[in-house]
């Protein structure tokens, strides 16, 4: 069996460690999933390209970090004109809401995990067609027949519900919401 | 707007914005909410990390053949549709949405100067000016936004059965068309068929209000049945608060006068959309073989037991046939004058030496005059007679067919060919059922068709299969035999074979031939035997179906039964 590549090795554990939160970061910011995926993609070669210059002396989140933000600014300021964006002062609030917000976004994924279980079976099927597919609500619509306003109405009651239970959970560590 | 409601709302704002589905005024409004509403922003934050970690865990999970079969290319499958409505059923009532923009200031009401009186005045004088012009406007505002409504012929009614229409209603007739945009048509008793131009069939049935549309039908109450063909495919049925859309299928819907109603699907699915104003609408796919109910004082859905031979499929107005998906055809039933279906009567028959209705047991004994008589008054029975192969061969249908396999017999026959299996009251014999192994027949449950010896009926299966289009006859089936009931009655007639008198004792054989050809012809049969089973396949182009029981010896107390005489559909 070929070794491990160390310098892949140290990357993967670096990079998963704060995939999440730079995700939900890149999310809160460009309010575009699509375009968050792009940019999550995107910075991740970048973060793996530049890796050799990474000083371990200083923290990999926060390098990471830099060069997300980075490319949020650029995206965004490339689609000032194109894009359906928020003026520069909500930006710079949700930025100020983002560094106070604690990392708590793994607790969150393992809180959203015990939450998903306690779904009906009907919800969780269409959340897993929704995301395994990575298909928009309007893709659903059209392959389902179902209208767009109804497909909202159902993900919101499901997001909701889950959100419901990982705030109280978080909150309580009660899961019987 | 209540919190909860409030939370659903930007929830849903925000599930759009992240799909990148929001036009420029909801944008601003989401951009004024996050810049002004306090904690806005930290709302936010926490539901981007909740869809972040819910979208990864997703992700993260997700693996195997189930999902790979729930997302394939290759179509939607089952259960996504299924769990669709399941999830909608859930999914919180629709409220009317708040305005995204802020409202009007409300008018200063302040005290009128002598400049503002006159500026007052003026005002109503352009003000009279503007009325007409304002009129004006709306009128050609209001034609845009609501044009008159042309009415579209959508339908034409193609069969009726006994079908009479209300004083309040349009009478529309066989071949007449109906139209859109019209007031109800009102049913009050009987059965139409609507043909749609595309080519869906609809079969209402009274006491039954309703209006037309191109693509389907609105039900006010009422039932019907409907035969969505292909080309129709997204028919509709709107009830109070309900709606039923084919998906390619047969089913039917009854509403009652309270606006409650029944979805009964038979072949195929239907989408279902319920709910009462107001409230979310339930919506759910029925398959074939499910019925639903809702229920429209509270809105409730719930599975029930289907019912499908209580609606009309198919009618003929000549020969006044309505079938309900019953799969045979019951000839003891035409025999007493119906439509094979249960309309006939009980001991109503033909005589056969006249080939007249006749609605009494004839307990009187007849001579054949070897004619085949034609029968008028039944459209599904050809003619009757009395055989006698002694001589020669016996006419047996209108078109001549001849048959030369029947006995010799004396030529004498007793009452009628009858729906029935009662014996008259008759000298030392009373009133009774005729039984055969112990079972009685004559009624509805245990049909059979009654002819004491010498006696021969021919049904026309050509009328039949006209009476019910697109189905096919596929074979014909009953029982034969003579009922033992005669051992109870007669002192004469011994069940003992070594005291049998060979002068009375009843003793025949029963035929069945198709277009004058023998498919059946028992044994010598006597009292004491068996039921003997007869079943043979129909062919599409077999015209006419003979039942004929000859006696032999004296033709005394042959009290012969065809029992459950059926004419069997080719349907699965």
Redo the contacts between chains.
């Keep these: 069996m070929k070794e491990a590549d160390p310098k892949n090795a140290r990357f993967i554990r670096l990079y998963t460690g704060i995939?999440?939160r730079l995700?939900?970061y890149i999310?809160?910011m460009v309010?575009?999933?699509?375009?968050a995926d792009e940019l999550l993609q995107e910075t991740s070669v970048v973060l793996w390209d530049s890796f050799e210059k990474y000083d371990s002396n200083y923290s990999f989140s926060a390098w990471a970090f830099g060069i997300a933000k980075n490319k949020i600014y650029e995206y965004l300021r490339e689609n000032k004109e194109s894009k359906?964006?928020?003026?520069d002062?909500?930006y710079e609030?949700?930025a100020?809401?983002?560094d106070d917000?604690g990392d708590?976004?793994l607790d969150?994924?393992e809180?959203?995990?015990k939450c998903?279980s306690k779904l009906?079976?009907?919800?969780m099927?269409?959340?897993?067609?929704?995301?395994?597919?990575n298909?928009?609500?309007?893709q659903i619509s059209d392959?389902?027949g179902?209208s767009?306003n109804?497909?909202?109405?159902?993900?919101?009651?499901?997001?909701?519900q889950?959100?419901k239970c990982?705030?109280y959970q978080m909150r309580t560590g009660d899961y019987n919401v | 707007m209540s919190d909860e409601r409030r939370e659903y709302v930007i929830t849903e704002l925000l599930m759009r914005l992240l799909e990148n589905d929001l036009d420029d005024k909801a944008i601003a409004y989401i951009n004024d909410w996050l810049a002004n509403e306090p904690g806005a922003a930290v709302f936010y934050w926490d539901f981007v990390k909740d869809y972040a970690a819910i979208k990864m865990h997703m992700e993260g999970q997700l693996s195997g053949a189930e999902n790979d079969n729930l997302v394939s290319d290759a179509g939607v499958s089952d259960l996504l549709i299924a769990s669709l409505s399941e999830a909608e059923c859930n999914s919180p009532a629709v409220e009317k949405q708040c305005p995204l923009i802020s409202q009007e200031p409300a008018p200063v009401v302040r005290k009128l100067s002598g400049f503002d009186k006159f500026k007052k005045m003026h005002r109503i004088y352009h003000a009279t000016l503007s009325v007409a012009a304002v009129l004006l406007l709306m009128l050609l505002v209001y034609s845009q936004v609501f044009p008159p409504k042309y009415c579209y012929p959508a339908a034409t009614l193609t069969e009726q059965v006994t079908a009479v229409w209300s004083d309040r209603s349009e009478i529309i007739d066989t071949d007449n068309r109906l139209f859109t945009n019209t007031e109800p048509y009102i049913l009050e008793n009987g059965l139409v068929k609507l043909v749609y131009e595309q080519g869906v069939e609809v079969i209402i049935e009274a006491p039954a209000e309703f209006t037309v549309d191109k693509q389907g039908l609105t039900l006010n109450y009422g039932q019907l049945y409907s035969t969505v063909n292909q080309a129709g495919q997204g028919f509709y049925i709107a009830c109070p608060n309900a709606r039923y859309v084919d998906l390619g299928t047969e089913f039917a819907v009854a509403v009652n006068k309270a606006g409650s109603s029944e979805l009964h699907v038979l072949l195929g699915k239907v989408q279902m959309a319920a709910g009462l104003g107001g409230k979310s609408m339930c919506t759910r796919t029925v398959y074939e073989g499910s019925a639903m109910a809702f229920d429209n004082r509270n809105g409730k859905v719930e599975s029930i037991a289907l019912r499908g031979n209580d609606f009309a499929r198919e009618i003929e107005s000549g020969t006044k046939m309505v079938w309900r998906g019953q799969k045979s055809i019951n000839l003891a039933d035409i025999v007493g004058g119906g439509n094979g279906f249960g309309t006939g009567q009980i001991e109503v028959g033909i005589y056969p030496q006249t080939g007249m209705v006749v609605n009494q047991y004839y307990g009187l004994t007849d001579r054949s005059d070897s004619i085949y008589h034609l029968v008028g008054g039944n459209s599904f029975v050809d003619g009757v007679f009395v055989p006698d192969g002694g001589n020669g061969p016996v006419i047996v249908s209108s078109e001549g067919h001849e048959n030369a396999d029947m006995i010799d017999t004396n030529g004498t026959f007793w009452g009628c060919v009858q729906n029935g299996g009662i014996h008259y009251h008759q000298g030392e014999l009373k009133k009774h059922s005729l039984r055969l192994s112990g079972v009685s027949y004559g009624d509805k449950d245990n049909a059979a068709i009654l002819m004491h010896a010498s006696q021969g009926v021919t049904f026309d299966l050509k009328k039949i299969r006209q009476s019910v289009p697109g189905l096919e006859i596929d074979k014909f089936t009953a029982l034969c035999g003579m009922s033992e009931t005669v051992y109870d009655q007669s002192i004469f007639i011994s069940k003992d074979p070594l005291q049998r008198d060979s002068n009375t004792q009843p003793e025949g054989f029963f035929y069945v031939l198709v277009d004058g050809k023998t498919r059946y012809v028992s044994d010598l049969v006597c009292p004491a035997d068996e039921p003997k089973n007869i079943e043979f396949g129909i062919n599409d182009n077999d015209r006419f179906l003979t039942l004929i029981v000859c006696g032999s010896g004296n033709n005394a107390y042959i009290w012969s039964l065809f029992a459950r005489p059926q004419l069997h559909f080719n349907i699965e």
Aim: hydrophobic share 35%; aromatic share 12%.
């Design positions: 995939q999440a995700y939900s999310l809160g309010h575009n999933r699509s375009d359906k964006l928020f003026s002062a909500v609030q949700i100020r809401v983002a917000s708590d976004i969150r994924l809180t959203v995990k998903f009906k079976k009907s919800d099927t269409l959340m897993v067609y929704k995301y395994y597919s298909k928009s609500i309007n392959l389902t179902r767009g109804s497909l909202y109405k159902t993900f919101t009651r499901i997001i909701v889950l959100r990982v705030g």
